[in-house]
T-cell receptor, first 114, second 112 residues
Framework: EADIYQTPRYLVIGTGKKITLECSQTMGHDKMYWYQQDPGMELHLIHYSYGVNSTEKGDLSSESTVSRIRTEHFPLTLESARPSHTSQYLC?????????????FGSGTRLTVV | GQQLNQSPQSMFIQEGEDVSMNCTSSSIFNTWLWYKQDPGEGPVLLIALYKAGELTSNGRLTAQFGITRKDSFLNISASIPSDVGIYFCAGPPKTSYDKVIFGPGTSLSVIP
């Protein structure tokens, strides 16, 4: 039973369009993350947030941006989509604390830019 | 930077066989996490390990926290077709407890 929701599940969009991928969690988690993953490949951290008004870039450089205005909401925006942005985008959240119990992931958004 | 290595990279096994995979690091970890990702879905936490030497089971899955704290192992007994997916190890390195890093994954295929 998912407590973290991503929409849309699938998105096909033309080059140059602006898109926002939505991620919401109902667990009250302070920490939220965005990962980019090509099919069958590694997870690459592109953005994370430790709380409201806190956002940081991850290990993999990304042209996307994020915002954290509310605890439960962590949307990711691409101002001008390109074919190189085609990938799966996974959102995750975790509790605050130094001994994490792990991340809870959403089902992902599979983005195709044509 | 710190990274995790997983082996094997991929496995093709017959239904009913047992599976073993491992995860190694050059750094010490205080927590080891094992996730499974079904095709087209996000990863789901299977087992969390918090102490060196710890052995934890979840149904047919058993995971161990290596005593050197630099490795972990996952075993699946009597595999079934729904075991297909990618298995990721993960954890926060001792030097960076705030951030979890993920291994590259082991892809498991089960032949009925």
């Amino acid at each position: 039973e998912a407590d973290i929701y991503q929409t849309p599940r699938y998105l096909v969009i033309g080059t140059g369009k602006k898109i926002t991928l939505e991620c919401s969690q109902t667990m009250g988690h302070d920490k939220m993350y965005w990962y980019q993953q090509d099919p069958g490949m590694e997870l690459h951290l592109i953005h994370y947030s430790y709380g409201v008004n806190s956002t940081e870039k991850g290990d993999l450089s990304s042209e996307s941006t994020v915002s954290r205005i509310r605890t439960e909401h962590f949307p990711l925006t691409l101002e001008s989509a390109r074919p190189s942005h085609t990938s799966q985008y996974l959102c995750a959240s975790s509790e605050k604390g130094s001994n994490p119990r792990g991340y809870t992931f959403g089902s992902g958004t599979r983005l195709t830019v044509v | 930077g710190q990274q995790l290595n997983q082996s094997p990279q991929s496995m093709f096994i017959q239904e009913g066989e047992d599976v073993s995979m491992n995860c190694t690091s050059s750094s010490i970890f205080n927590t080891w996490l094992w996730y499974k990702q079904d095709p087209g879905e996000g990863p789901v936490l299977l087992i969390a390990l918090y102490k060196a030497g710890e052995l934890t089971s979840n149904g047919r899955l058993t995971a161990q926290f290596g005593i050197t704290r630099k490795d972990s192992f996952l075993n699946i007994s009597a595999s079934i077709p729904s075991d297909v997916g990618i298995y990721f190890c993960a954890g926060p390195p001792k030097t960076s407890y705030d951030k979890v890093i993920f291994g590259p994954g082991t892809s498991l295929s089960v032949i009925p």
